[in-house]
């Protein structure tokens, strides 16, 4: 179990992690800025970035409350483009942990770890 820990916190620490931990930090200020830009004007439930950033992780979560929804063509796109960058960065994380478990059970120095002789 240590080695599936350790692992697990080199992985969550190395390069790949900060990566995917800065591109989801930019993509969701991108798309909450992008989305207030839009909707501002058309739409009365976003009044300030903060509302817009709301939707925003909402959307990427998949969570999507309801109460805040677009309603231009271009808030529409940004929701979707959301959407999609949601979903690639949770399969991102997902495969970062998964390379951890899998790195792990090749590695031949934990081969014996854990089996009582």
């Known amino acids: ?11 969550l620490t190395g390069p790949g992690a900060v990566f995917l931990v800065s591109c989801s930090i930019s993509m969701t200020c991108a798309i909450a800025t992008l989305f207030r830009w839009i ?9 300030d970035w903060f509302d817009s950033l709301y939707f925003t992780v ?6 999507g ?7 231009t063509h271009g808030g529409r796109v ?3 483009l959301a959407m999609l960058a949601g979903t690639a960065i949770f399969a991102g994380f997902t ?3 998964a390379s951890a478990i899998f790195e792990t059970d090749r590695d031949p120095r934990w081969e014996d ?5």
């Open 78 to 80: 940004v929701s979707m």
């Open 113 to 117: 770890r854990g089996r009582q002789s």
């Open 39 to 47: 909707e501002h004007d058309a739409n009365p439930n976003v009044t």
């Open 65 to 71: 409350f309801g109460d805040i929804v677009p309603v």
């Open 58 to 63: 909402t959307t990427m979560t998949g969570v």
């Open 95 to 97: 495969a970062l942990i």
């Open 1 to 11: 179990m240590k080695a599936y820990a350790r692992a697990l916190i080199d992985k």
